[in-house]
């Protein structure tokens, strides 16, 4: 599944590639998939993405956001799989849950994997969407600072997040996070996933606000985790320290054994010898 770091290059490849570009077919999938969600029907969307032009892309946690001039955005958000250009002339995917056509002869198009959102709104409306309305900061926004981190950390202490993983995995109260990256931000932070909030130091605080940032800086500089695939059908660099390759390898700090365990609803690796 993309995370803020993919989608961050995404939009950034958008905008230096697709921008300008005028529309001249647009489809919604050809294979069925019950978990890719629309807002329009097939014949809605082709018709309003008509003559459309692509504007300045963003990105929001684990939301892409591409306008479409004038008067629409298209809007991808929670997906994994591959979201591509295609040069003029170039083979174009034999099964697609979203296919833009251009009219210089190039193309754009959407296949997930697992789920996701395809959606088309008028401009404005996007953000009355669930997940998007109300969305907090996320780690690449210039309010999220070590001060606002320390008064999450606050916050969730009178709720039912208690953990380490907790706080960067559930109910998005940090977007655009993800269980593959909370494993390098904990081993960064040298916290354990199960470490209780209650418990860390302001000194810790800072230290899981700045593995925070630092792991996703990295993440974006390395052009995207290995197995995730950016708008040219590239892999990114990022090599995970934590990950199921590593499981009973010897962690790169302290040369302890790296083990796996299974805790809100996912597997976590970590180094009990120096993850406290």
Sequence with gaps: MFELPEYTILSS?????????TVSSAFLGNTAHKFVWYNLSHDEFSKVMQKKMVGESYCKGRWLFVPMLPDYVLVLGECGGKILHHEKKSKRPSKYHLLIEFSSGTAFSVTTQMWGAMELYKQGQE?????????????????????????LVEECLDSDVKTAKAILTQNQLIPGLGNAIAQDILFNAGLGPKFPL???TEMDKKTLYEAIIKTVREVIKDKGRYDEYDLFGEVGKYKRKMDKSSVGKSCPRCGGSIEKIQYLGGACYYCPGCQK
């Design 127 to 151: 953000k009355e969407r669930q997940y998007i309305k109300d969305m907090r900061p996320t780690p690449v926004d210039k309010d999220f600072t070590q001060e606002y981190f320390s008064g």
């Design 13 to 21: 490849q958008i905008n230096a590639t697709l921008k300008g570009e």
């Design 198 to 200: 209650k418990e860390l």
